[in-house]
């Protein structure tokens, strides 16, 4: 059976740091550098998160209220931007990223909507977004990974210290990492460092990726049942599979039988 048929890909003969796309079964995906999905959209359904970790960083929505105030550090094909601009049209979302060419591909193939009240996207470089914030965000989302691995200024302690400090009250860091990063377990470390072991691991139990929280305060050992309670009511608001977050929520995270020991 043929199956290249249902294959398109703009690759570069060249250069390793170059930004192209792919598409596969009505899935877009980005590339950056290499032939590691970055980002990917089902272009029937272009404001979903198709990938199923950037699903699990929402899972914050679990602990916390819709937020108001958002900084994205890393776009991509803008899908979290998407997601949060269409199904929390109160936020204001800031992102910032620092490839021109991952801005415009994100524009021009991934339905990036035009800056206006609700969104701005800046090119620069997040780590010092947040080491200078003018103001305190309700979430800071991190998802800054090149071709092979996550990029060293938003992977190390300081990074984590400084979002800690750029968050409001009650406000929440979310890092995407891989499991398979050789910085992996530093990163973890330097997370539950900067917040004080307030926080939380989110496994995607699909392709390795972590979803790791960082709670400005701590969340007083929250119930199991009243997380499944939550679960029920957000899924039927975001379409989002919050009940199977409790249940992966059981896989890194200190419990027992009533609730999450955090």
């Known amino acids: 059976m043929n199956f290249l048929k249902h294959w398109r890909m ?6 390793n740091e170059s930004v192209y796309i792919s598409e596969k079964f009505g899935v877009r995906s980005l590339h ?9 959209m089902r ?34 094909g803008g899908s979290l931007a998407k997601f949060i601009y269409h199904r929390i049209p109160d936020a204001r979302i800031e992102a910032v990223e620092i490839s021109p060419e991952v801005v415009a591909v994100a524009r021009h193939y991934f339905f990036l909507p035009p800056d206006d009240v609700q969104l701005t996207v800046v090119v620069g470089d997040g780590a010092e977004r947040v080491e200078r914030a003018d103001q305190a965000w309700d979430v800071i989302m991190v998802d800054g990974y090149g071709p092979d691995e996550q990029a060293s200024e938003v992977a190390s302690a300081g990074f984590y210290r400084n979002c800690r400090r750029a968050l409001a009250a009650g ?42 929280f960082g709670f400005r305060e701590g969340l007083g050992e929250p119930r199991w049942s009243g997380l499944e309670e939550a679960a029920r009511r957000l899924q039927s608001q975001y379409g989002l599979d919050f009940p199977r977050f409790v249940t992966m929520l059981r896989e890194m995270n200190p419990h027992d039988d009533e609730r999450l020991l955090v």
Not at 10 to 15: A, I, V
Not at 32 to 40: A, K, L, N, R, Y
Not at 201 to 212: H, I, S, T, W, Y
């Open 10 to 15: 703009r690759k570069p003969e060249t250069d």
């Open 32 to 40: 950056i550098g290499s032939d590691t999905v970055q980002s990917s």
């Open 43 to 76: 272009i029937a359904r272009p404001n979903d998160l198709e990938v199923a970790y950037t699903r699990c960083m929402m899972g914050f929505l679990l602990f916390r209220d819709p937020p108001r105030r958002v900084l994205l550090v890393g776009l991509g």
């Open 171 to 212: 406000g929440t860091l979310v890092v995407n990492l891989w499991g398979g990063d050789r910085k992996f377990s530093g990163c973890v470390s330097g997370i539950v460092k900067a917040f004080d072991g307030h926080t939380l691991c989110l496994p995607d139990g699909k392709a390795g990726n972590v979803a790791v």
